[in-house]
């Protein structure tokens, strides 16, 4: 068997996104390309690495066994050039971040700012994700930092606070809403959303809740940030679930009414979790120290 780093960084790719397309995406590949690879590595080792199917691909018991040794690999070899950065004038790495999006759009452009600033050298390969899902992938060794909701299961993951927010209702100011100081995520579903992309995990948390209620989110607009979310609720558009630290920001130059959520999941203690600090390459173990100041 010849694989090469590229093709188990690919390969590792493909399995974490569930499709050649999005991991040859993620490589800066050509489909094409990827797909030949991923076809060399199987008529390679002369079994099949991927069950494709038309939800995507899933790797078979060869390919669990590939993924496992190459992660190891693929992580030796990022520990390598930091070492021996140090002896080239200055080491240099990347550190691949999972975050939800509370903690992605309200805190980590000025945690990570700071960090960055002190390490020129250093890259973040920073992706949205559900918390449950961080948890997940951290576990495996797929992402080396992740930051989630307390509310999930962290198992036996290294765990460290991170900050505090909570999801608040945001409505225009006449609206029925805005007369009550407080309301349950169950009574607003009777009104149109204004909201985030469907793939962002935070409107997938919502669309869960809501589907847990036995009613459906009923989306009328789909944007790409709470300060476009919080612009249109202003006009009318419809009702919306911010972070707290969201709505206030906006609230000083939009006409605004802020109504909290009853619910328990509202309160978000953001969480900063790890395999382990031991196992973490000096630049990811900085980054973690960093976040945590």
Not at 179 to 200: C, P, T
Request: charged share 25%; with cysteine.
């Amino acid at each position: 068997m010849r694989f090469d780093l590229i093709d188990l960084r690919l390969f590792c790719e493909v399995v974490d996104a569930g499709s050649i397309t999005a991991g040859a995406e993620r490589c800066a590949l050509a489909l094409a390309a990827a797909s030949t690879r991923i076809r060399g590595m199987e008529q390679s080792l002369g079994a099949p690495l991927l069950t494709r199917s038309r939800q995507g691909v899933v790797p078979t018991p060869a390919g669990l066994t590939l993924l496992k040794h190459a992660r190891t690999m693929l992580d030796q070899g990022a520990r390598l050039r930091e070492d021996l950065g140090a002896y080239a004038g200055g080491a240099s790495g990347e550190v691949r971040l999972l975050a939800n999006t509370n903690a992605l759009t309200e805190f980590l452009p000025e945690a990570l700012s700071s960090f960055l600033a002190d390490h020129p050298h250093i890259s973040v390969d920073l992706e949205e994700r559900l918390s449950d899902e961080i948890v997940g992938l951290v576990a495996e060794g797929v992402a080396d930092i992740g930051i989630v909701a307390g509310t999930v299961d962290m198992g036996a993951l290294t765990t460290y606070p991170f900050r505090s927010d909570r999801f608040v209702v945001v409505t225009a100011k006449n609206h029925p809403v805005a007369r009550h100081a407080s309301v349950g995520f169950a009574q607003v579903l009777d009104y149109d959303f204004v909201g985030l992309d469907r793939v962002s995990s935070l409107q997938r948390f919502l669309a869960g809740k809501a589907a847990r209620e036995g009613r459906p989110l009923r989306l009328r607009v789909q944007l790409r940030s709470f300060d476009a979310v919080c612009r249109l609720v202003e006009c009318g558009v419809g009702v919306g679930v911010v972070p707290q630290t969201t709505a206030a920001r906006a609230a000083k130059t939009m006409q605004l009414a802020i109504t909290d959520l009853a619910d328990d999941w509202a309160l978000r203690e953001l969480t900063i979790v790890v395999r382990a600090v031991g196992e973490l390459r000096p630049y990811a173990k900085a980054l973690v120290e960093s976040l945590r100041a």
